[in-house]
């Protein structure tokens, strides 16, 4: 059997997410990775290096650049005759094309699986991921967006794959344009994939206090989220959101500031290995998932705790 | 322009569902049914249009049992102006819904579909893509800004840097995500109104689609439980047990 992987790139770097949606594929057979974009040569040299892989199919194109979904989902019902799985990572790209391309081939789409049981038979979290469905799909071919927290992504070094170039469609339908990005900036780890992440809540009060977060961040290397609360007020932009309907995190470290611990919160940061809360209310329900839990108003905690970090451990 | 806007009946957000010790599902005997909040935020933009001046008509769809009723209730109190309930048993997947929703496309001709980004009982965020897909339409998923001028909509979306702008030729299917508008509460006069408004029952076969499953559940389970962590006592207690009991720092 051999499976296609739809690779994520942002800045001329295959993100570690694609890199998840690999070591998932190649739970089911040979691995064949998908570039596109824009002169994207040097990110198909990059993914013929990732362990795993055995050939990258390159499409080099105007058309791919921005990823649009009308066009990307066109180019993989063309390719996915060739395969018995289609995969991407769970990322904005992947959640937009699969399932565009699942029904132009008349494909029930698996989205977000946590694990692989077999070629058929796959585990995904349903209700926030109060619970877990294990589904198997009756399609003959099988679409599939990869949740990257739960699989480890693969190496960046050790394949050596070959290229192939693949020809660019027509944009067919053409019915869509990319108008602008506004993308946040920041020097900090990506959020997705931070070995440490730290969150600040509605309890933030304002945008402004979560520069009391920053030093700590720098201190730790960690990024930085935030609950819906935060972003629905606009202390921070919405990629910060954290959550069953934000990013998907499992950090080895989660730190949760002045966020109560909703079910929908919960949903994106409970698989991470160490948790910690601050909060101020000792019936917070974030404190029944957290390993270390400090009854502490955040605003005395946060500075106590970068002069404690800054101390020699 | 005529609007369609497709609302799911779902267990409320504020429900923590139990799974059913058979592991055939969870449970939802008893438990606080509501319109999935992401089709809230569709049907608030359509009535937002509406009252701006640039949509004449919202007909809102539900797909699945007959209770579907009170949400498509809901909707109407909140703005659209009539409803249709595709009975079905179950609450039928994305590929078929996607399919139920195309041929009522075909039937209805609106110029635009707006509905939720993702269902918060299967979480599959799918049904959006899917139904542009079979049309041949035009996609702005994940919506927080939608414009309307000269058959274009500009779509603002989240994306995972940030945001995202791209304009669509109309027709289109835009998903709506948690940004795009604060949903009303339906006032207790329009609640009476809705009432009366045209709500039509029809069957999956009258559309022609064929609803059975792809997908077979084969468990239902319980995530894995966290072991219940420590209070610490002090900042300087946190810091020394991350240090050296957990080892994270
Ligand atoms: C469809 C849908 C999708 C959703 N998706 C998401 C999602 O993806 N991610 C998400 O996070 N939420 C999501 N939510 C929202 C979720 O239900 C909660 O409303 C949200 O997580 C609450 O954010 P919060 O914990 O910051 O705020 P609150 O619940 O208001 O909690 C604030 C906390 O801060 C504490 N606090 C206040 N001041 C201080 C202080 N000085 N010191 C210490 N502690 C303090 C309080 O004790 C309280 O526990 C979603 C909701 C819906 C309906």
Redesign the interface.
């Known amino acids: 059997m051999t499976a296609l992987v739809l690779l994520d790139h942002?800045d001329g770097r295959i993100t570690p997410a694609a890199r998840s949606a690999v070591t998932a594929a190649a739970a089911l057979g040979e691995v064949h990775v998908l570039v596109t974009g824009a002169a994207i040569g040097a990110v198909a040299e990059a993914a013929t290096r990732i362990a795993g892989v055995a050939k990258v199919l390159r499409a080099d194109a105007e058309i791919y650049d921005?990823a649009?979904?009308?066009p990307l989902?066109a180019l993989l019902v063309r390719l996915a005759p060739a395969y018995d799985h289609v995969l991407a990572a769970a990322?904005?790209?992947g959640?937009?094309?699969?399932?565009?391309?699942?029904?132009?081939l008349?494909?029930?789409?698996?989205?977000?699986i946590v694990a692989v049981v077999d070629a058929e038979?796959f585990v995904?979290?349903?209700?926030?991921?109060?619970?877990?469905?294990?589904?198997?799909?009756?399609?003959a071919r099988k679409l599939i967006t990869v949740r990257a927290a739960n699989f480890d992504a693969a190496a960046a070094e050790g394949g050596s794959a070959t290229i192939e170039e693949v020809e660019a469609g027509e944009a067919t339908?053409?019915?869509?344009?990319?108008?602008?990005?506004?993308?946040?900036t920041s020097d900090r780890p990506d959020l997705?994939s931070a070995r440490?992440v730290i969150s600040g809540g509605r309890g933030m009060q304002n945008g402004e206090n979560f520069k009391l977060i920053e030093p700590i961040a720098d201190a730790?290397g960690a990024a930085i989220g935030a609950s819906?609360a935060a972003?629905?007020a606009g202390y921070v932009?919405?990629?910060y959101q954290v959550g069953?309907?934000g990013?998907i995190v499992a950090p080895?470290?989660y730190v949760a500031i002045g966020i109560s611990g909703a079910?929908?919160h919960l949903a994106g940061m409970?698989d991470s290995?160490?948790?910690?809360a601050i909060n101020k209310d000792?019936e917070a329900p974030i404190?029944?998932?957290?390993?270390?839990?400090?009854?502490?108003d955040l605003f005395a905690?946060l500075p106590?705790?970068q002069a404690?970090?800054a101390k020699a451990? | 322009m005529k609007l369609l806007v497709p609302v799911k009946r779902v267990v409320d957000y504020n429900v923590k569902v139990r799974v059913k010790a058979d592991g055939s599902g969870v449970e939802t005997a008893g438990v606080k049914m509501s319109m999935n909040p992401f089709d809230e935020i569709a049907v608030e933009e359509a009535v937002r249009l509406k009252e701006k001046g640039a949509a004449t008509e919202i007909v809102a769809v539900s797909i699945g049992v007959q209770q579907c009723q009170e949400t498509l209730r809901t909707a109407l109190a909140m703005g659209a102006d009539r409803a249709v309930l595709v009975l079905t048993e179950e609450s039928p997947e994305p590929l078929a819904v996607a399919k139920l929703l195309r041929a009522l496309v075909d039937r209805e001709q609106p110029g635009m579909v707006i509905m939720g980004k993702q269902a918060i009982d299967d979480d599959m965020n799918a049904t959006g893509q899917m139904l542009a897909g079979l049309l041949g339409w035009a996609q702005g998923t994940f919506a927080s800004k939608v414009e309307l001028s000269d058959g274009v909509a500009t779509v603002t979306r989240e994306v995972d840097g940030g945001l995202e702008t791209v304009a669509l030729t109309l027709p289109a299917i835009i998903t709506a995500d948690l940004r795009l508008n604060e949903p009303r509460y339906a006032s207790l006069p329009n609640i009476m109104k809705a009432r009366k408004k045209p709500l039509e029952t029809i069957a999956p076969g009258d559309l022609g689609v064929d609803v059975t499953p792809r997908l077979t559940t084969l468990r239902v389970a319980e995530p894995p439980v966290r072991q219940s962590g420590v209070k610490v006592g002090s900042v300087a207690e946190l810091v020394a047990k991350l240090r050296a009991e957990a080892k994270v720092i």
């Open positions: 942002a921005k649009l979904a009308e989902a990322t904005a790209t959640k937009n094309v699969i399932p565009r391309a699942a029904a132009l008349d494909v029930q789409p698996i989205s977000e038979t995904r979290p349903i209700y926030a991921g109060n619970a877990l469905a294990t589904v198997r799909s009756t399609d339908p053409a019915v869509s344009r990319f108008v602008s990005t506004e993308l946040s997705a440490v730790l819906r972003v629905d932009p919405n990629d069953q309907t990013k080895d470290l079910i929908q409970k290995k160490v948790i910690v000792a404190f029944q998932v957290a390993d270390y839990g400090l009854v502490a905690a106590e705790l404690e970090l451990s």
